[in-house]
């Protein structure tokens, strides 16, 4: 769903003979030789003004940006990568942008003319469709008072990405729904400025020059800090988690080891060590991580769900479906799980994180079976709470429900069928918003993280004014100096809940991947569209 700004252009004057008409007089001055002696002068010196032009400015951007970095095949594992230094974030224009390749591989922040406000757009409630009749969002009803494109108060939409038609409900049709990712310029109408883009391209900077030679991320990252002064490693020793963590801010980019990209070798070697270290059995987990294997596991699968269902490689696509088998086998009596494959009590964190991996298998064509999704569903209603029960607790145990898993709960009740107008949802929602994003009160970015995925499945001016505030308070913490710059510290400038658990590394792609929420997934109720699903299964078939 690009929404692109068409460039403003020169006046031009209309066909024809009329629009070239000199006065009479000039008329007389130019006629036989002399109007040829005229026209060839003219010719030749504007062809060697454009000349001098082109050479001049050749040598002038080949000055600014120096020799562009050449990116090897996928298949050439031990080719070189470009060596991408950080850059400086800093206090970057605030003008409407857009996400690419291109713009991932700048080292300094773009030079825009100064702006107002906090260059988001304005919203406008309307229905399905756009003004142009077209949509990446199958008739999502976008429109924005600028781009001409927002989020939609009424009107059903289509599904999936293809286009939608109208001014009503659009019509939208089957699509790949990851397909927003894929193209080479995010849309910038979900909520998106140039600001958070260039945090999340500082942030996918970091990430990159801090993974192992193996291809795998660490916690405690600070062994792979090449410039040292990076603090803040965390205490959860787990290498799954960890190169899931920092494989899934480069997918929600639109960046896939099949993909040219100045991360193409950085995605296929954490691709390819979560492959490697994956069991007969499906589990993905290695090292010490026996105890929180269900987390872990959970990371690790909806990293390889995305990579497969943005590229559909089916090697990538056959290490999916065992890691989706291996939560469906670990699935206990309750709907739900828990720390270990064998659990048999469950609670609703490490619930979340399974029913996203499914959904993510579900969405990239794998075969996730409706009982699953039917069992979690109940497990869910045993920790709901509250009158319209949009309140969840931990396990069915505690009695008390909190804003943390409320969000988790939420997001997994939007994923499991509750529609938009649910009193679930909309209760839920305002529940949400009586505890924004805050960081004198609690700095939790689990919190925002999942609650910020829920706000933007319901887009309205609830979603804007979550998203307004959440944004600023990401793009005004982040780093902006030495080897740190483009990370989140888990202890300035206040502790973050669960820091010093995951370190540097969790907050560095939970806060992009919140950054990422515009064009990572589409609103939630456009999707599940079945007719993708069985040629996608059988590409994984036919690898095994």
């Given at each position: 769903?690009?929404?692109?700004?068409?460039?403003?252009?020169?006046?031009?004057?209309?066909?024809?003979?009329?629009?070239?008409?000199?006065?009479q007089s000039w008329r007389a001055v130019f006629t036989g030789i002399e109007m040829q002696s005229f026209l060839g002068s003219m010719a030749f010196h504007t062809a060697l003004m454009v000349t001098l032009a082109l050479v001049l400015g050749t040598i002038h951007i080949a000055n600014t940006l120096g020799n562009a970095p050449e990116?090897?095949?996928?298949?050439?594992?031990?080719?070189?990568?470009?060596?991408?230094?950080?850059?400086?974030?800093?206090?970057?224009?605030?003008?409407?942008?857009?996400?690419?390749?291109?713009?991932?591989?700048?080292?300094?922040?773009?030079?825009?003319?100064?702006?107002?406000?906090?260059?988001?757009?304005?919203?406008?409630?309307?229905?399905?469709?756009?003004?142009?009749?077209?949509?990446?969002?199958?008739?999502?009803?976008?429109?924005?008072?600028?781009?001409?494109?927002?989020?939609?108060?009424?009107?059903?939409?289509?599904?999936?990405?293809?286009?939608?038609?109208?001014?009503?409900?659009?019509?939208?049709?089957?699509?790949?729904?990851?397909?927003?990712r894929l193209s080479n310029q995010r849309s910038m109408a979900g909520g998106a400025t140039k600001q958070s883009e260039r945090a999340v391209a500082a942030a996918l900077a970091w990430i990159s020059r801090h993974q192992s030679k193996d291809g795998s991320w660490n916690i405690m990252h600070t062994a792979n800090c090449k410039e040292?002064?990076?603090?803040?490693?965390?205490?959860?020793?787990?290498?799954?988690?960890?190169?899931?963590?920092?494989?899934?801010?480069?997918?929600?980019?639109?960046?896939?080891?099949?993909?040219?990209?100045?991360?193409?070798?950085?995605?296929?070697?954490?691709?390819?060590?979560?492959?490697?270290?994956?069991?007969?059995?499906?589990?993905?987990?290695?090292?010490?991580?026996?105890?929180?294997?269900?987390?872990?596991?959970?990371?690790?699968t909806i990293a390889l769900c995305e990579a497969y269902g943005m590229t559909q490689d089916p090697r990538v696509g056959y290490a999916a479906q065992m890691a989706i088998d291996f939560i469906v086998s670990g699935q206990n009596a309750q709907g739900g799980w828990r720390y270990s494959h064998s659990s048999q009590d469950s609670d609703?964190?490490?619930?979340?994180?399974?029913?996203?991996?499914?959904?993510?298998?579900?969405?990239?064509?794998?075969?996730?079976?409706?009982?699953?999704?039917?069992?979690?569903?109940?497990?869910?209603?045993?920790?709901?709470?509250?009158?319209?029960?949009?309140?969840?607790?931990?396990?069915?145990?505690?009695?008390?429900?909190?804003?943390?898993?409320?969000?988790?709960?939420?997001?997994?009740?939007?994923?499991?069928?509750?529609?938009?107008?649910?009193?679930?949802?909309?209760?839920?929602?305002?529940?949400?918003?009586?505890?924004?994003?805050?960081?004198?009160?609690?700095?939790?970015?689990?919190?925002?993280?999942?609650?910020?995925?829920?706000?933007?499945?319901?887009?309205?001016?609830?979603?804007?004014?979550?998203?307004?505030?959440?944004?600023?308070?990401?793009?005004?913490?982040?780093?902006?100096?030495?080897?740190?710059?483009?990370?989140?510290?888990?202890?300035?400038?206040?502790?973050?809940?669960?820091?010093?658990?995951?370190?540097?590394?969790?907050?560095?792609?939970?806060?992009?991947?919140?950054?990422?929420?515009?064009?990572?997934?589409?609103?939630?109720?456009?999707?599940?569209?079945?007719?993708?699903?069985?040629?996608?299964?059988?590409?994984?078939?036919?690898?095994?």
């Amino acid at each position: 769903m690009s929404a692109t700004t068409t460039p403003a252009t020169a006046s031009v004057p209309p066909a024809g003979d009329a629009a070239f008409d000199a006065p009479q007089s000039w008329r007389a001055v130019f006629t036989g030789i002399e109007m040829q002696s005229f026209l060839g002068s003219m010719a030749f010196h504007t062809a060697l003004m454009v000349t001098l032009a082109l050479v001049l400015g050749t040598i002038h951007i080949a000055n600014t940006l120096g020799n562009a970095p050449e990116f090897s095949a996928v298949n050439q594992d031990d080719s070189a990568q470009p060596e991408l230094t950080h850059f400086d974030v800093g206090m970057t224009p605030l003008a409407p942008s857009e996400l690419s390749t291109e713009t991932l591989m700048l080292t300094e922040p773009p030079k825009v003319d100064g702006q107002s406000d906090d260059g988001s757009l304005a919203f406008v409630p309307e229905g399905g469709g756009t003004p142009d009749g077209r949509s990446d969002l199958g008739g999502l009803g976008f429109k924005f008072s600028r781009e001409g494109f927002g989020p939609m108060l009424k009107g059903p939409g289509g599904l999936d990405s293809s286009p939608g038609s109208g001014r009503g409900p659009g019509s939208g049709g089957p699509g790949n729904q990851f397909s927003d990712r894929l193209s080479n310029q995010r849309s910038m109408a979900g909520g998106a400025t140039k600001q958070s883009e260039r945090a999340v391209a500082a942030a996918l900077a970091w990430i990159s020059r801090h993974q192992s030679k193996d291809g795998s991320w660490n916690i405690m990252h600070t062994a792979n800090c090449k410039e040292g002064g990076c603090s803040g490693p965390g205490r959860y020793d787990s290498p799954t988690a960890a190169t899931a963590l920092g494989l899934l801010p480069f997918l929600a980019a639109g960046q896939t080891h099949d993909s040219k990209g100045p991360y193409q070798q950085h995605i296929k070697k954490g691709v390819d060590w979560l492959i490697k270290n994956q069991k007969k059995n499906g589990d993905t987990c290695v090292g010490n991580d026996t105890h929180n294997t269900m987390y872990s596991h959970g990371l690790a699968t909806i990293a390889l769900c995305e990579a497969y269902g943005m590229t559909q490689d089916p090697r990538v696509g056959y290490a999916a479906q065992m890691a989706i088998d291996f939560i469906v086998s670990g699935q206990n009596a309750q709907g739900g799980w828990r720390y270990s494959h064998s659990s048999q009590d469950s609670d609703t964190s490490i619930f979340g994180w399974q029913v996203m991996a499914l959904k993510s298998g579900q969405m990239g064509g794998l075969k996730v079976p409706q009982k699953a999704f039917d069992e979690a569903r109940k497990f869910l209603q045993t920790v709901a709470r509250g009158t319209y029960k949009c309140e969840f607790a931990y396990t069915p145990y505690h009695a008390n429900p909190g804003y943390c898993m409320t969000s988790v709960g939420l997001l997994t009740s939007q994923y499991l069928g509750s529609k938009r107008d649910d009193s679930v949802i909309t209760n839920g929602i305002e529940y949400l918003l009586t505890r924004k994003p805050d960081l004198v009160r609690e700095r939790n970015i689990y919190y925002w993280y999942y609650a910020t995925q829920v706000m933007h499945n319901c887009p309205g001016p609830q979603w804007d004014e979550w998203n307004r505030h959440t944004r600023q308070i990401l793009i005004d913490t982040q780093d902006t100096a030495g080897c740190a710059t483009g990370s989140w510290d888990p202890d300035r400038p206040e502790s973050d809940m669960w820091g010093n658990q995951g370190g540097r590394l969790m907050m560095t792609s939970l806060s992009a991947l919140t950054l990422e929420v515009y064009y990572r997934y589409l609103p939630l109720y456009k999707l599940d569209d079945p007719s993708k699903k069985d040629d996608a299964a059988k590409k994984v078939e036919n690898a095994q």
